[in-house]
Protein backbone atom coordinates (compact mmCIF):
# COMPACT_ATOMS: atom_id res chain seq x y z
CA UNK A 1 0.00 0.00 0.00
CA UNK A 2 0.99 3.57 -0.66
CA UNK A 3 2.14 6.12 2.09
CA UNK A 4 -1.55 8.20 2.94
CA UNK A 5 0.92 11.73 1.87
CA UNK A 6 1.12 9.70 -1.34
CA UNK A 7 -1.84 8.16 -2.16
CA UNK A 8 -3.69 8.99 -5.17
CA UNK A 9 -6.43 8.07 -7.21
CA UNK A 10 -7.45 7.75 -11.46
CA UNK A 11 -9.75 5.81 -12.64
CA UNK A 12 -8.14 5.99 -16.00
CA UNK A 13 -5.08 4.39 -14.92
CA UNK A 14 -6.97 1.69 -13.12
CA UNK A 15 -8.89 0.85 -15.73
CA UNK A 16 -8.53 -1.65 -18.58
CA UNK A 17 -7.40 -0.47 -21.53
CA UNK A 18 -10.22 -1.79 -23.65
CA UNK A 19 -12.76 -0.58 -21.38
CA UNK A 20 -11.24 3.10 -21.19
CA UNK A 21 -11.17 2.60 -25.44
CA UNK A 22 -14.64 0.63 -25.91
CA UNK A 23 -17.41 2.90 -27.53
CA UNK A 24 -20.35 1.44 -25.94
CA UNK A 25 -23.73 0.57 -27.42
CA UNK A 26 -26.01 2.88 -27.83
CA UNK A 27 -30.03 2.99 -28.40
CA UNK A 28 -32.18 6.00 -29.03
CA UNK A 29 -33.83 6.42 -25.69
CA UNK A 30 -29.89 7.56 -24.84
CA UNK A 31 -30.61 10.60 -27.07
CA UNK A 32 -33.84 11.53 -25.93
CA UNK A 33 -35.15 11.91 -22.44
CA UNK A 34 -38.57 12.55 -20.69
CA UNK A 35 -41.86 11.24 -22.65
CA UNK A 36 -42.03 11.45 -26.80
CA UNK A 37 -45.37 11.23 -28.69
CA UNK A 38 -44.28 8.12 -30.72
CA UNK A 39 -41.50 5.88 -30.10
CA UNK A 40 -40.70 4.17 -33.46
CA UNK A 41 -37.11 3.35 -33.02
CA UNK A 42 -36.88 -0.09 -30.94
CA UNK A 43 -39.08 -2.45 -32.81
CA UNK A 44 -41.44 -2.98 -29.81
CA UNK A 45 -44.97 -3.80 -30.58
CA UNK A 46 -47.06 -1.12 -30.33
CA UNK A 47 -50.38 -2.49 -29.00
CA UNK A 48 -50.35 -1.31 -25.15
CA UNK A 49 -49.84 -4.01 -22.50
CA UNK A 50 -48.30 -3.87 -19.12
CA UNK A 51 -44.86 -4.79 -20.66
CA UNK A 52 -44.54 -3.95 -24.48
CA UNK A 53 -42.02 -1.09 -23.92
CA UNK A 54 -38.24 -1.61 -22.87
CA UNK A 55 -37.55 0.00 -19.43
CA UNK A 56 -35.91 2.86 -19.00
CA UNK A 57 -32.17 2.08 -19.04
CA UNK A 58 -31.05 3.98 -16.71
CA UNK A 59 -33.48 3.74 -14.05
CA UNK A 60 -33.74 7.91 -13.90
CA UNK A 61 -37.25 7.71 -11.90
CA UNK A 62 -36.04 4.31 -9.31
CA UNK A 63 -32.37 6.59 -9.24
CA UNK A 64 -34.58 9.99 -7.70
CA UNK A 65 -35.69 7.97 -4.93
CA UNK A 66 -33.41 6.06 -3.86
CA UNK A 67 -30.81 9.00 -3.83
CA UNK A 68 -33.37 10.63 -1.91
CA UNK A 69 -33.33 7.81 0.45
CA UNK A 70 -29.52 6.97 0.72
CA UNK A 71 -28.82 11.12 0.54
CA UNK A 72 -26.52 10.64 -2.29
CA UNK A 73 -27.01 12.05 -5.93
CA UNK A 74 -28.43 9.70 -8.55
CA UNK A 75 -25.04 10.26 -10.64
CA UNK A 76 -23.39 8.13 -7.64
CA UNK A 77 -26.00 5.52 -7.95
CA UNK A 78 -25.61 2.02 -10.69
CA UNK A 79 -28.14 -0.16 -10.34
CA UNK A 80 -27.66 -4.16 -10.94
CA UNK A 81 -29.43 -7.40 -11.66
CA UNK A 82 -28.83 -8.16 -7.77
CA UNK A 83 -25.23 -6.97 -6.25
CA UNK A 84 -23.85 -9.85 -8.24
CA UNK A 85 -23.82 -8.10 -11.66
CA UNK A 86 -22.06 -4.84 -9.83
CA UNK A 87 -19.08 -7.60 -8.19
CA UNK A 88 -18.65 -9.04 -11.99
CA UNK A 89 -18.88 -5.35 -13.66
CA UNK A 90 -16.17 -4.17 -11.38
CA UNK A 91 -14.14 -7.02 -11.65
CA UNK A 92 -14.34 -6.95 -15.90
CA UNK A 93 -13.76 -3.05 -15.76
CA UNK A 94 -10.76 -2.59 -13.96
CA UNK A 95 -8.87 -6.41 -13.95
CA UNK A 96 -7.00 -7.20 -16.67
CA UNK A 97 -7.17 -11.17 -17.14
CA UNK A 98 -4.41 -13.25 -16.39
CA UNK A 99 -2.56 -10.94 -15.13
CA UNK A 100 -4.38 -8.41 -12.14
CA UNK A 101 -6.16 -9.35 -8.72
CA UNK A 102 -8.75 -9.07 -6.59
CA UNK A 103 -7.83 -9.37 -2.72
CA UNK A 104 -10.52 -11.01 -0.23
CA UNK A 105 -10.94 -11.04 3.54
CA UNK A 106 -11.47 -14.57 3.82
CA UNK A 107 -14.02 -15.59 5.41
CA UNK A 108 -16.50 -14.25 2.90
CA UNK A 109 -18.62 -13.91 0.55
CA UNK A 110 -17.70 -16.69 -2.11
CA UNK A 111 -18.94 -14.48 -5.30
CA UNK A 112 -16.25 -12.04 -5.02
CA UNK A 113 -13.90 -15.39 -5.90
CA UNK A 114 -16.38 -17.11 -8.07
CA UNK A 115 -16.47 -13.54 -10.44
CA UNK A 116 -12.86 -13.07 -10.41
CA UNK A 117 -12.09 -16.75 -11.31
CA UNK A 118 -14.90 -17.02 -14.49
CA UNK A 119 -12.78 -13.76 -15.94
CA UNK A 120 -9.76 -15.29 -14.98
CA UNK A 121 -8.43 -12.69 -12.67
CA UNK A 122 -6.25 -13.84 -9.68
CA UNK A 123 -7.53 -13.69 -6.06
CA UNK A 124 -5.01 -12.89 -2.91
CA UNK A 125 -6.89 -14.04 -0.25
CA UNK A 126 -6.15 -12.99 3.24
CA UNK A 127 -7.28 -14.63 6.29
CA UNK A 128 -9.94 -12.73 9.14
CA UNK A 129 -7.90 -12.94 12.73
CA UNK A 130 -9.41 -14.97 15.53
CA UNK A 131 -12.25 -12.49 16.17
CA UNK A 132 -13.20 -12.37 12.05
CA UNK A 133 -11.61 -8.80 11.71
CA UNK A 134 -9.19 -7.55 9.54
CA UNK A 135 -5.94 -7.38 10.21
CA UNK A 136 -3.76 -4.33 8.13
CA UNK A 137 -0.56 -5.65 8.45
CA UNK A 138 -2.13 -9.20 6.57
CA UNK A 139 -3.58 -7.05 3.60
CA UNK A 140 -0.25 -4.56 3.91
CA UNK A 141 1.91 -7.64 3.40
CA UNK A 142 -0.27 -9.35 0.36
CA UNK A 143 -1.46 -6.10 -1.91
CA UNK A 144 0.91 -5.53 -4.42
CA UNK A 145 1.15 -3.89 -8.06
CA UNK A 146 -1.09 -6.57 -9.24
CA UNK A 147 -4.18 -5.18 -6.89
CA UNK A 148 -7.44 -3.58 -7.95
CA UNK A 149 -10.01 -4.35 -5.88
CA UNK A 150 -9.81 -4.88 -2.74
CA UNK A 151 -13.55 -6.76 -1.03
CA UNK A 152 -14.23 -5.93 2.02
CA UNK A 153 -17.94 -7.30 3.44
CA UNK A 154 -19.37 -5.54 6.60
CA UNK A 155 -21.25 -7.36 8.28
CA UNK A 156 -19.19 -10.02 7.07
CA UNK A 157 -20.89 -12.97 5.92
CA UNK A 158 -20.82 -16.28 6.75
CA UNK A 159 -19.32 -14.56 10.49
CA UNK A 160 -22.25 -12.04 10.74
CA UNK A 161 -20.36 -9.08 12.33
CA UNK A 162 -19.32 -5.66 11.02
CA UNK A 163 -15.53 -4.62 10.32
CA UNK A 164 -13.52 -2.36 12.45
CA UNK A 165 -14.42 0.73 10.29
CA UNK A 166 -10.82 2.18 11.43
CA UNK A 167 -9.03 -0.27 9.45
CA UNK A 168 -11.67 0.21 6.63
CA UNK A 169 -10.80 3.87 6.53
CA UNK A 170 -7.40 3.35 7.40
CA UNK A 171 -7.80 0.99 3.86
CA UNK A 172 -8.97 3.27 2.06
CA UNK A 173 -6.66 5.95 2.34
CA UNK A 174 -3.54 4.07 1.56
CA UNK A 175 -4.47 1.46 -0.99
CA UNK A 176 -4.36 2.90 -4.35
CA UNK A 177 -7.25 0.78 -5.85
CA UNK A 178 -10.86 0.30 -5.43
CA UNK A 179 -12.12 -0.59 -1.72
CA UNK A 180 -15.58 -2.06 -2.33
CA UNK A 181 -17.37 -2.47 0.87
CA UNK A 182 -20.57 -5.09 0.71
CA UNK A 183 -23.30 -3.93 2.81
CA UNK A 184 -25.50 -6.35 2.27
CA UNK A 185 -26.84 -6.79 5.90
CA UNK A 186 -26.14 -3.04 6.90
CA UNK A 187 -29.89 -2.89 7.12
CA UNK A 188 -29.54 -4.34 10.29
CA UNK A 189 -27.20 -1.98 12.01
CA UNK A 190 -28.32 1.40 11.10
CA UNK A 191 -26.10 3.98 11.30
CA UNK A 192 -22.85 1.88 10.37
CA UNK A 193 -22.98 2.68 6.85
CA UNK A 194 -19.52 3.96 4.66
CA UNK A 195 -22.27 5.51 2.36
CA UNK A 196 -21.40 8.79 4.31
CA UNK A 197 -17.84 8.86 3.45
CA UNK A 198 -18.63 9.08 -0.74
CA UNK A 199 -17.67 12.58 -0.84
CA UNK A 200 -14.47 11.83 1.50
CA UNK A 201 -12.89 9.19 -0.50
CA UNK A 202 -12.71 8.23 -4.74
CA UNK A 203 -12.07 4.70 -4.35
CA UNK A 204 -14.73 3.55 -1.98
CA UNK A 205 -17.50 1.61 -3.57
CA UNK A 206 -20.70 0.53 -1.60
CA UNK A 207 -22.61 -2.58 -2.16
CA UNK A 208 -26.27 -2.68 -0.82
CA UNK A 209 -29.23 -4.68 -1.77
CA UNK A 210 -32.97 -5.42 -1.56
CA UNK A 211 -32.17 -8.84 -1.42
CA UNK A 212 -32.47 -9.23 2.71
CA UNK A 213 -33.85 -6.85 4.66
CA UNK A 214 -36.71 -5.60 2.07
CA UNK A 215 -38.18 -8.85 1.22
CA UNK A 216 -37.17 -8.83 -2.45
CA UNK A 217 -34.60 -11.63 -3.47
CA UNK A 218 -36.87 -12.78 -6.16
CA UNK A 219 -36.66 -9.29 -7.94
CA UNK A 220 -33.09 -8.89 -8.28
CA UNK A 221 -31.82 -5.51 -7.48
CA UNK A 222 -28.41 -4.25 -6.40
CA UNK A 223 -27.06 -1.18 -5.52
CA UNK A 224 -24.00 -0.19 -6.34
CA UNK A 225 -23.10 3.79 -4.68
CA UNK A 226 -19.37 5.45 -5.74
CA UNK A 227 -18.24 8.73 -7.31
CA UNK A 228 -19.05 9.70 -10.39
CA UNK A 229 -16.65 8.43 -12.67
CA UNK A 230 -16.70 4.86 -10.89
CA UNK A 231 -20.41 4.58 -11.86
CA UNK A 232 -20.02 5.99 -15.53
CA UNK A 233 -18.24 2.95 -16.42
CA UNK A 234 -20.21 0.69 -14.84
CA UNK A 235 -22.94 1.72 -16.91
CA UNK A 236 -20.65 1.67 -20.18
CA UNK A 237 -20.35 -1.89 -19.84
CA UNK A 238 -23.80 -3.18 -18.17
CA UNK A 239 -26.57 -4.94 -21.02
CA UNK A 240 -28.54 -1.85 -21.79
CA UNK A 241 -31.73 -3.02 -20.24
CA UNK A 242 -30.52 -4.82 -17.45
CA UNK A 243 -32.99 -4.40 -15.13
CA UNK A 244 -36.26 -5.21 -16.15
CA UNK A 245 -39.90 -3.10 -15.83
CA UNK A 246 -41.81 -5.21 -13.40
CA UNK A 247 -38.87 -4.58 -11.10
CA UNK A 248 -38.19 -0.94 -11.25
CA UNK A 249 -42.21 -0.66 -10.43
CA UNK A 250 -42.20 -2.91 -7.48
CA UNK A 251 -38.90 -1.26 -5.67
CA UNK A 252 -40.64 1.72 -6.89
CA UNK A 253 -43.44 1.22 -4.34
CA UNK A 254 -41.22 -0.26 -2.10
CA UNK A 255 -39.42 2.66 -1.31
CA UNK A 256 -42.60 4.46 -0.96
CA UNK A 257 -43.16 2.42 2.59
CA UNK A 258 -39.76 2.28 3.66
CA UNK A 259 -41.52 1.98 7.47
CA UNK A 260 -42.39 -1.62 6.25
CA UNK A 261 -38.97 -2.46 6.11
CA UNK A 262 -37.65 -1.15 9.12
CA UNK A 263 -40.49 -2.76 11.01
CA UNK A 264 -39.23 -6.03 9.62
CA UNK A 265 -35.68 -5.17 10.83
CA UNK A 266 -36.80 -4.62 14.38
CA UNK A 267 -38.43 -8.17 14.20
CA UNK A 268 -35.89 -9.71 12.72
CA UNK A 269 -33.02 -8.31 15.38
CA UNK A 270 -35.48 -9.33 18.32
CA UNK A 271 -36.10 -12.64 17.11
CA UNK A 272 -32.16 -13.04 16.12
CA UNK A 273 -31.64 -12.44 20.00
CA UNK A 274 -33.80 -14.61 21.23
CA UNK A 275 -32.34 -17.55 18.87
CA UNK A 276 -29.00 -16.87 19.98
CA UNK A 277 -29.91 -17.06 23.83
CA UNK A 278 -32.31 -20.20 23.00
CA UNK A 279 -29.91 -21.96 20.74
CA UNK A 280 -26.79 -21.75 23.39
CA UNK A 281 -29.22 -24.07 25.94
CA UNK A 282 -28.82 -26.70 23.53
CA UNK A 283 -26.41 -29.92 23.88
CA UNK A 284 -24.88 -30.03 20.81
CA UNK A 285 -24.50 -26.30 20.50
CA UNK A 286 -20.97 -25.14 21.45
CA UNK A 287 -20.86 -21.50 19.98
CA UNK A 288 -22.90 -18.64 19.23
CA UNK A 289 -21.44 -16.06 17.25
CA UNK A 290 -22.08 -12.33 18.36
CA UNK A 291 -24.38 -11.17 15.21
CA UNK A 292 -25.19 -7.36 13.43
CA UNK A 293 -26.89 -9.10 10.58
CA UNK A 294 -29.93 -11.50 9.89
CA UNK A 295 -28.41 -14.56 10.82
CA UNK A 296 -26.17 -16.62 13.24
CA UNK A 297 -23.34 -18.34 12.93
CA UNK A 298 -23.13 -21.38 15.23
CA UNK A 299 -20.39 -24.36 15.74
CA UNK A 300 -21.97 -27.18 16.71
CA UNK A 301 -20.54 -30.91 17.21
CA UNK A 302 -20.38 -32.33 14.20
CA UNK A 303 -21.19 -29.63 11.75
CA UNK A 304 -22.05 -32.33 8.85
CA UNK A 305 -23.68 -34.87 10.91
CA UNK A 306 -25.94 -31.82 12.13
CA UNK A 307 -26.71 -30.33 8.74
CA UNK A 308 -28.07 -33.78 7.43
CA UNK A 309 -29.98 -34.29 10.63
CA UNK A 310 -32.10 -31.05 9.91
CA UNK A 311 -32.34 -31.60 6.07
CA UNK A 312 -33.88 -35.08 6.95
CA UNK A 313 -36.48 -32.93 9.27
CA UNK A 314 -36.67 -31.22 5.94
CA UNK A 315 -35.26 -27.61 7.99
CA UNK A 316 -32.22 -26.31 5.95
CA UNK A 317 -29.57 -24.53 6.68
CA UNK A 318 -26.16 -23.59 5.13
CA UNK A 319 -23.47 -25.51 6.32
CA UNK A 320 -20.36 -23.53 6.78
CA UNK A 321 -17.80 -26.39 8.00
CA UNK A 322 -15.28 -26.42 5.39
CA UNK A 323 -14.69 -22.98 5.42
CA UNK A 324 -11.40 -21.50 6.90
CA UNK A 325 -12.03 -20.68 10.59
CA UNK A 326 -15.38 -22.09 10.62
CA UNK A 327 -14.80 -25.37 11.40
CA UNK A 328 -18.02 -27.32 12.61
CA UNK A 329 -19.78 -23.89 11.86
CA UNK A 330 -23.47 -23.87 10.60
CA UNK A 331 -24.77 -20.13 9.04
CA UNK A 332 -28.36 -20.50 10.10
CA UNK A 333 -31.25 -17.27 8.92
CA UNK A 334 -33.23 -15.73 11.36
CA UNK A 335 -36.81 -17.16 9.91
CA UNK A 336 -40.03 -16.46 11.93
CA UNK A 337 -40.66 -17.58 15.64
CA UNK A 338 -43.00 -20.70 14.55
CA UNK A 339 -39.63 -21.29 12.18
CA UNK A 340 -37.24 -21.28 14.33
CA UNK A 341 -38.62 -22.94 17.01
CA UNK A 342 -39.18 -25.89 14.79
CA UNK A 343 -35.30 -25.74 14.40
CA UNK A 344 -34.70 -25.28 17.84
CA UNK A 345 -36.89 -28.33 18.92
CA UNK A 346 -34.80 -30.83 15.73
CA UNK A 347 -31.49 -29.62 17.24
CA UNK A 348 -33.17 -30.11 20.77
CA UNK A 349 -33.60 -34.18 19.81
CA UNK A 350 -30.31 -34.28 18.35
C1 LIG B 1 -26.84 -12.01 -0.12
C2 LIG B 1 -25.58 -11.27 -0.39
C3 LIG B 1 -25.43 -10.53 -1.56
C4 LIG B 1 -26.42 -10.78 -2.67
O1 LIG B 1 -26.98 -9.74 -3.15
P1 LIG B 1 -27.98 -9.80 -4.40
O2 LIG B 1 -28.32 -8.36 -4.46
O3 LIG B 1 -29.12 -10.70 -4.03
O4 LIG B 1 -27.20 -10.29 -5.58
C5 LIG B 1 -24.32 -9.76 -1.75
N1 LIG B 1 -23.34 -9.74 -0.82
C6 LIG B 1 -23.44 -10.47 0.30
C7 LIG B 1 -22.34 -10.45 1.28
C8 LIG B 1 -24.55 -11.26 0.53
O5 LIG B 1 -24.60 -12.03 1.62
Not at 77 to 83: A, E, K, P, T, Y
Not at 161 to 188: C, K, M, P, Q
Not at 276 to 305: G, H, K, M, T, W
Amino acid sequence: MSDSSTSYFDIQTLLRDNIRRLQPYNSARDDFQGAAQVYLDANENPYPSAYNRYPDPHQHALKEKIADLKGVSPEQIFLGNGSDEAIDLLIRAFCEPHVESILTAEPTYGMYAVCAHINAVQVQKVLLNELYDIELDRIGDVVNNSTKIIFLCSPNNPTGNLLNSEAIHEILDRFYGLVVVDEAYIDFVPGKSFLPFLHQYPNLVVLQTFSKAWGLAGLRLGMCFANKAVIRILNKIKYPYNLNAATLNIVADALDQPFKKDIWVEEIVRERDRLARALLQIRIVERVYPSDANFLLVRVRDAQATYRALMAEQIIVRDRSQVELCRNCLRITVGTPREDDLLLFALGNL
